[in-house]
């Protein structure tokens, strides 16, 4: 198969982990006899440094003529001061939009070699930790309209926002979570707060409706706070989580969190057109960047994300995921899951050895 | 001094639990030398049952004729199919309404001899841990106009809800927050998503103007999905969190639910009324209603919190919380937070207990 990948390094560690990922990448392409083209373009800091803006317009026109685009990290302390409209992250907004991605997939696994990073009590993990929540990501209460602030008839100060979801919206991103939650656990719940909102009342008559062709499918409704508590109780009980872009935000979160290893996550954003991006989800940690301290296997599980949802590849995938898997059972470690009588490797050579035990 | 309180039993256990906190209120009056008139009214199911409504405006008057409220529970299966506009949670946003209660406190304390009942890690716990959530109840996004559903240009279902806050909704609570934190730990986290909403800006803007009057306190601004991140990964951090509704919502369950012992927690809801209402988190437990299972505790400590907060009767109240600290010490449990060499007492036996040991 012909990979065309379009690779968007970013700032701080973000060159660094994109190096490793690469690498993994090449070889699993050598490996099964892919063609693999990579391009490169500027997106964050570092396109604001060159071009004065944090996207611009080749970086949109590589992507949309890419397969897929593999993101590092984007921002760092000094971006943080200029001008909010030109700020890093609105260049991730802003390819999100251009390449209409509508749906965040955020993995939260407990790798089993990793369990005693977990914030939970063991006996509240149990078998372990496998969620995979599907965040709305360009609609909700994030871009909703109108918008901003007012003055009321006493002259007082008042500032509002919209949350808004169409019958589309929600049937496309439910849709998508049916159908990862098939391929997964078959179990799927949908968080909303319908005893309140009366969006979350159209989301849920939009998503039963929908639940009625994957009827191979667990499907459950939850309440947001509830579900904030259940990941804390209880969080084997999920296996496909759907919801809102708000509620997804605050949700996918908590649940990265209880694994306790963040430098493990990656994600995915997908869309209806065939160009989705891979990032991992932590940032772009200026603190340690060029020290080697880095841990890639985040970006290189984002690798396994694209292979698996971008081409259809699930045995290069799933050899990526157990290499990462024996890595991490054999004793080694970055410096962010170091644990005592392990061995610590930097950035460059965690990646070259998964690359070099696929 | 002379307390009015008017006692809503409600449904479930609620009568159960009222019962044994009113016997320690009469032990702590006694104690004290306060003259105590207790007054009885209905709300929830039971209200239902007798009137058709689940609040009457007789319960509405004897509130308002009262000093301070005490809740036990309301609603259970009897009541959930019938009408949406009489169900037994409409008790409670209507006597919040009738009373101006647009403060929400939510404690989230582990006990000390309840550490193991704590889902997290005790490496994660720490020294222990002591939240005070202050949740805005009466306006943001619960409330906010617009809402409703509405059909778009090309004939497509839509439905919205708006997140709007004035000035004056802002400053009062984050003002009521500073207050709290200054006689807790002198620290305040007001959360909110200020990165992406209009009414954040503007929430953190009043909050920012109100901070210059509370030099002694520490305040600290955090989104909200970093909040549901960090109560899992630090909460030794918090000590006082201000948020709006919705935030406050997922926040405080979340909060709770990591101590591990939903039982043990009470909550307050105030005003700028003289009337207040006290009440645990916990709800009516229908399935261990009248069976001696249920645990007083939560509601011997919303006396607690209302001889504190709404007469200012800081010994007593730190008599009871002294005098529940000193029972769990002592070995006794309730069936709830059971653990192993412990004695289990009833709901009856944990009252007297406690009122004899004041
Ligand atoms: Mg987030
Ligand atoms: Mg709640």
Redesign the pocket.
Known sequence: MDLNICVLPGDGIGPEIIEQAVVVLEKVCEKFGHKLSLDEAQIGGVAIDAHNTPLPQATIDKCLASDAVLMGAIGGPKWDKIDKSIRPERGLLGIRKALGLYANLRPAKLWDELKDASFLKDSVIGDGLDIMVVRELIGGIYFGEPRGEGVDENGERYAYNTMVYKESEVKRIVKLAFEIARKRGSKLHSVEKANVLDVSQLWNEVAEEVSKDYSDVDYHTMYVDNCAMQLVRNPGQFDTIVTGNLFG??I??EASMITGSIGMLPSASIGDGKVSLFEPIHGSAPDITGTGKANPLATILSVSMMLRYSFDLDAEADLIEATVAKVLAEGYRTADIMEDGKECLSCSEMGALVASKL
Chains 1, 2 share one sequence.
């Open positions: 935000d605050i996918s979160d």
